[in-house]
């Protein structure tokens, strides 16, 4: 079953920090690479971060130094850590996986960044 749930978003001031979660079902987690995206009203669909089942990571230059994605294997859930936050990393932020040719997506949960 693939069953991704992303939570943990809300409201900061800019230079705050959140830590997202997305939960993963034991199948997906042991076997795929999770994604981070985010998209807003204004912008297209953005890659942010991903991390491999080995513990790679690879990040977009906009998150570099202030982003953190991590993985707890005891609990199939992968973390987002933000840092640092600014206005333009306000988005709904997605968790995502591939698997074969099919895309599978959380229902994404709302970052707002605003004094």
């Known amino acids: 079953q693939v069953q991704l749930v992303e939570s943990g978003g809300g409201l900061v001031q800019p230079g705050g920090s959140l830590r997202l979660s997305c939960a993963a079902s034991?199948?997906?987690?042991?076997?795929?690479?999770i994604r981070w995206y985010r998209q807003t009203p204004e912008k297209q669909r953005e890659l942010v971060t991903l991390?491999?089942?080995?513990?790679?990571?690879t990040y977009a230059d906009a998150v570099k130094g202030r982003f953190t994605i991590s993985r707890d294997n005891a609990k199939n859930t992968v973390y987002l850590q933000m840092n640092k936050l600014k206005p333009e990393d306000t988005a709904v932020y997605y968790c995502?996986?591939?698997?074969?040719?099919?895309?599978?997506w959380g229902q994404g949960t709302q970052v707002t960044v605003s004094s």
């Open positions: 995502s996986t591939q698997v074969g040719r099919a895309m599978y």
């Open positions: 034991r199948a997906i987690f042991s076997s795929y690479a």
């Open positions: 991390i491999t089942t080995d513990g790679t990571t």
